[in-house]
């Protein structure tokens, strides 16, 4: 039944109606925070053998994902370079990975995602600054930590963002929409 199905461990379709119905954003903020947890942070974090490539990787899927929510996309495909420049030009720690020729998406986004290795001469560790350009080197702890400080920002502007809220909305839509 797909009013059935689970978005996040505590909140099933019909569950998100009700509370998009009623307008609680908290609630709602609180759920988008509890799905990004559970599908990507913590399964990587609480790994014992995890390694900075799935780390990175992982973090590649939510930021994909959560700017969609930004953006109310029902999907990104044929708009994952855009999608990457957008939120790399949010106001986070993560922006030094924007501009430069989309270096990231390419070398590290693609790399990871088409090919399971870093290109370009970057190499990825668990340790050290978040990005050291000279080096080629990019710190996927810190990275996947800078992910959820974001989502966590993303949830906080939902419930006071009208233009935030609607877009959230028509990203739901979808989002159980292929529940069916």
């Known amino acids: 039944m797909p009013d059935d199905t689970r978005l996040s461990s505590s909140v099933t379709v019909k569950r998100y109606k009700e509370l998009q119905g ?9 759920f988008v925070i509890e799905r990004f947890e559970e599908r990507y942070l913590r399964p990587v974090e609480d790994s014992p053998s995890k390694h900075g490539f799935t780390v990175l ?3 590649c899927l939510a930021i994909e994902a959560i ?3 930004y953006q109310g996309r029902a999907d990104t495909k044929h708009v994952s370079a855009q999608m990457f420049r957008d939120f790399f030009r949010r106001d986070t720690p993560l922006k030094v990975f924007g501009g430069g020729n ?6 590290i986004r693609c790399g990871l995602l088409h090919q399971a290795e870093a290109r370009g001469g970057w190499h990825i560790r668990r340790s050290g600054p978040l990005l050291d350009r000279a080096a ?5 702890t810190a ?5 959820r400080r974001t989502v966590g920002t993303y949830s906080r502007q939902l419930e006071v963002d009208d233009e935030c809220w ?3 909305q028509d990203k739901m839509k979808a989002v159980c929409a292929n529940c069916r």
């Open 22 to 30: 009623a307008g609680d954003r908290r609630a709602l903020g609180r």
């Open 57 to 59: 990787a992982i973090a």
């Open 67 to 69: 700017e969609s929510f």
């Open 102 to 107: 989309d270096w990231f998406y390419k070398d």
């Open 136 to 140: 080629r080197t990019i710190n996927a």
């Open 143 to 147: 990275f996947l930590r800078e992910v």
């Open 166 to 168: 609607q877009r959230f």
